[in-house]
């Protein structure tokens, strides 16, 4: 039942590699830290940096709840790994706002009242944003297809695209500004 | 209350939506412990069986591995079932982890790894060697069929004759029906922080729908009465998976008493396909009508699967003998034991899997009858229970139809099988008919007016994406005449107010009462405040002739207001708690909630 019978996981626990020292720009704050090679990036914001904003739904790739903007582009955060990302800039749903007002995405999400349990939430807006960016998805079912990665169990996909497809202009206008 | 500006039936934000969109709400693996240590489960790989020997030299050879927990170094946990029946428990022997050396089922917790971080318990689990005496195993409700048992469940009795019924009418139709074994799977997967106090009292940070229901199951296992609270504010979706204690909870428990340390138990999603689930079944539908398409004979048989330990029932077939009128009506259930888990409550249990095989069966008999499956439905329409023989308090099931039929163009539908197309594809047009119970149960709630006019309204229920602090803060605020800003709801956390399980639709029913009962007590320690003093305008005034309205008390004559912050400032925080169980004018009525269902499918 675990996945974690390998090998390679048993001979890399007993002769104890070295941690890796890696910096990250997490949103906006410079963090220098020391991890362990199998440390996902998901594992480091929850349990190292206290950024439970960003969820562990699946932990294999699944579910689309730990997605966060990696460099701006959107990717699921239990799928990779720390040490890969030695000098990225990450924002996680905890610094999408610049200031204490909302990002547009999140006040649209509760506007039209995107979620209900809030679980795979932080994960639905960081792909919103990431999707924006991309600036691939203009009908409904474009936004449909590109949020595919993204489970939500309570069901409120019909909110969820209401939303997107609200913010959508916002962000692009913001875009077009900078 | 209900004044113009009352929240009540408004569109509103949720008032957590904040919260859970920029990643502040606060689930059940997430507080911030200090000193925590990190359990992995390890898990049978064998359905049936005993444990000969657990290998854990490997693990606990681990730096930083600080306990291997198995059946046989737990702490001493209660020897009868009753300790263990919780508020959802089926009938029977519910399930105990790390009790002793039996294998009940594929995926049974066998093991507790603990260690300083989440990947090395995990990684430690995987190094732990069970061995095995393997029994032969059934987990196969189509082989195991001929073993099922009557259901211990209090079906109506058989009405009318149906055999005699079947046998005369003009149409009929006897069909099968499977539905298959479903998982609860919220996106949060189960968790449980055991936070291990100075004096060996625990603070439990739980996935739950019921805080209090884990906070007596804990204490009666444990014998820790009165040293266990659970809490949970945010629950990342359940849908039944949170009406039992999961096996992490009382994992992370004995961990915590075992090492008197803090202890975080997060089950894998592959673990959260290990407890309960919705059953597999087999239902038996035959219905009988006249030329006309008037029932004149229903017989629904189930064959539900459940556990060797409990025997897990729902309402499943009593859906037949009340959605349609009809004179002859013979109802069935049993229970297959298998090797497996207990089955266990899931959206609408019973129902969403009754209702289907039901439903299904109606569309048979429209065709045989050779009519419009909406006319067959409307020409059995009925306003009484048959089971309970009592006339339903309010049913609108008639004018959902219509909308729906109307909204949806169900008049587009030809009759013929496969004769719609679209190019390469077939269209189908279906419709069907829902139903589900209108619940009460007893519940509490305390209402707090701070002395700076703020209301505060607790009761220990859960909101698992239901809107249920949304939902009280509406009643409350239009109970005492303030806005959603004024008044604050808070939920899931065991020592506060008695509430019942959050399940089975029926939360807003039950606390809502209790939350405008205590918010009623409230209004009536605020007269009494203001009619202290001897000269007051609201001397010999009564709740009749006062009313709360834009966050004052005044005289519906309108002579005379105080806002409700004056009132306390003078009196202090005032304070009203009430418990409101289901009237008895309830009994007289049948209660339910129906709808209809239209839809479009392309093959």
Redesign the interface.
Known sequence: ?????SNE??AS??SGPESVAISLIINGKLRHMSV?P??TLL?LL??RE???????????G??G?CTVLLDGRRINSCLTLAVMHDGASLT???G??SDAT?HPL??A???H?A????????GQ?CSAAGLAAENRASSRDEIREHMSGN????GAYPNILAAIEDALPTLRGQEGAQ | MNSANSPLGKPLDRVDGPLKVTGKACYAAEADVPGLLYGAVVSSSIARGRITRIDAVAAEALSGVRLVLTHQNRPPVASYDEPYEDDDAADGSPFRPLYNDRVLYSGQPLALVVAETQALARHAASLVRVEYEVEAHQTDLQAAREQAHEAPAELPEPRGDFDSAFAAAAKRVDCEYGTPVEHHNPMEPHASIVQYQPGGELLIHDKTQGVQNCQRYLEQVFDMKGKIRVLAPFVGGAFGSGLRPQYQLPLAVMAALKLKASVRVELTRQQMFTFGYRPRTFQQLKLAADGEGRLRAIEHKAIGQTSRFEDFTEHEVEWSGMLYACDNVRLGYRLAPLDVYTPLDMRAPGATIGVYALECAMDELAHEVGIDPLELRLRNYTDINGNEGKRYSSKELRACYQQGAERFGWSRRPAQPRSLRDGHQLIGMGMATGVWEAMQMPASARACLDADGRLLVTSATADIGTGTYTAMTQIAADAMGLSMAEVEFRLGDSSLPQAPLEGGSATVSSVGSAVQRACAGLRQKLLDAVQQSPASPFTGANLETVEFVDGQLRLKTGEHAVPLRDIVQVSGALEAEASVKPDEKRDAWATGTHSAVFVEVRV
């Not at chain 1, 039942?1 to 019978?5: E, Q, R």
């Not at chain 1, 489970?151 to 309570?154: A, D």
């Open positions: 039942m675990d996945l974690a019978t996981a048993r626990a007993t362990e199998w440390v594992d929850r349990e206290d950024l439970t904003g960003t969820k562990k739904g699946c932990d294999h699944q579910c709840a996680t749903i905890e999408l706002a909302l999140q006040a999400f509760v506007k009242d979620f209900q349990c809030g679980y795979c939430t932080p807006i489970l939500c169990r309570c």
